[in-house]
């Protein structure tokens, strides 16, 4: 009856350590457009190693510009972050520039700032 009880507490605690960010790596997208261009950014999230809060962040993003109604070549562009899980405000805090990424467990979905990015 011991060990059914040790067994039954573990489950739950590995449940609820797993609920808190495993959910948070995967692959994200999210699109800005306004009358001078518009921005498509790719997020992928990942755990580089098996610290409890940590996230590696990799930002692919691609910039079409408009002046004058006319499109102004593209750009591209790839930055790294990395990023501290706060599970209970559930907000991951870049560490460099100060970047602060809500995460929405319901729609799955991280945002930054007004950029909205969905996960696939």
């Known amino acids: 009856?011991?060990?059914?009880?040790?067994?039954i507490a573990l489950f739950i605690v590995s449940c609820n350590t797993m609920h808190s960010d495993?959910?948070?790596a995967g692959i994200y997208v999210g699109?800005?457009?306004n009358e001078y261009g518009w921005t498509a950014d790719t997020?992928?999230?990942s755990k580089p190693n098996d610290g409890e809060r940590?996230?590696?962040i990799l930002r692919h993003a691609g910039l079409v510009k408009f002046s004058k109604g006319k499109k102004?070549?593209?750009q591209f562009f790839t930055e790294v972050w990395i990023a501290d899980y706060d599970a209970a405000k559930?907000?991951?805090f870049e560490l460099k520039y100060g970047?602060?990424?809500i995460w929405d467990r319901a729609n799955e979905s991280l945002q930054l700032g007004n950029t909205h990015y969905k996960r696939l």
């Not at 009856?1 to 067994?7: A, G, N, V």
């Open 43 to 45: 997020l992928i999230v």
């Open 90 to 92: 559930e907000t991951l």
């Open 72 to 74: 102004l070549p593209s």
């Open 99 to 101: 970047k602060i990424l």
């Open 54 to 56: 940590i996230f590696q």
């Open 22 to 24: 495993s959910n948070l």
């Open 1 to 7: 009856m011991k060990y059914l009880i040790i067994c």
């Open 31 to 33: 699109l800005q457009e």
